[in-house]
């Protein structure tokens, strides 16, 4: 079976799509069948195949521990959230056209991740320095509004610096389940205090 497909766009190359995908099976014999399958799919649709070590040395980094992976800065998200197959485009226009063409920011990619009945889709950046965080913020609450007025699912809500604002200011009942569960779970807010919902919120 196919386990797991990934998608990364670089924004140096906005038009080239990398899909990364695991294939498992219990004999190889299948592994390899299913493997030739795909090839020749990729190859009939006009993709090409490439070498896969980049990404092998990723995924051993993260299976062992994360080495070196933050190498490049700390990850910041934008626009992360799951959505129908066929609305990836919707995030992708956006992420192309307002992200890197009209507000020339060129640090973003562009990725997704096969969930069970959807895509996990985002925008991802990072960062070394404190004084590009303000920027950075800026730019993620513009994209963020666009997007989630889309058929954008929020995908958690990353804190004050993330999606509290926009997910609250939306009455879905999706804030609303989180609190309760805050409340529940962590009846004296010792867990993350003030990080994912405001102290104001839970008295």
């Not at 990072?126 to 509004?145: G, M, T």
Request: with cysteine.
């Amino acid at each position: 079976y196919l386990q797991g497909i990934y998608l990364w766009v670089d924004p140096t190359a906005p038009d080239v799509f990398t899909l990364l995908m695991d294939v498992f099976g219990y004999e190889e014999v299948i592994v390899e069948h299913r493997r030739k399958r795909i090839e020749d799919e990729i190859k009939r649709l006009g993709g090409q195949m490439i070498d896969p070590e980049p990404a092998n040395d990723y995924y051993d980094r993260v299976l062992t521990g994360l080495k070196d992976i933050f190498a490049a800065g700390v990850w910041h998200f934008i626009a992360s959230g799951t959505l129908r197959i066929d609305d990836i485009t919707f995030l992708y226009k956006i992420w192309r056209e307002e992200l890197i063409e009209k507000r020339g920011y060129k640090k973003a990619g562009f990725g997704g991740q096969v969930l069970p009945r959807c895509w996990l889709a985002f925008m991802v950046t990072n960062y070394r320095e404190p004084s590009e965080w303000d920027e950075i913020v800026k730019l993620a609450d513009e994209i963020n509004e666009m997007a989630f007025k889309g058929p954008l699912v929020p995908y958690g809500i990353g804190g004050r610096d993330g999606l509290r604002r926009i997910v609250a200011s939306r009455d879905t009942g999706y804030y609303r389940l989180l609190k309760t569960l805050k409340k529940t779970l962590d009846p004296k807010n010792i867990l993350q205090r003030g990080i994912f919902i405001p102290e104001e919120e839970l008295r």
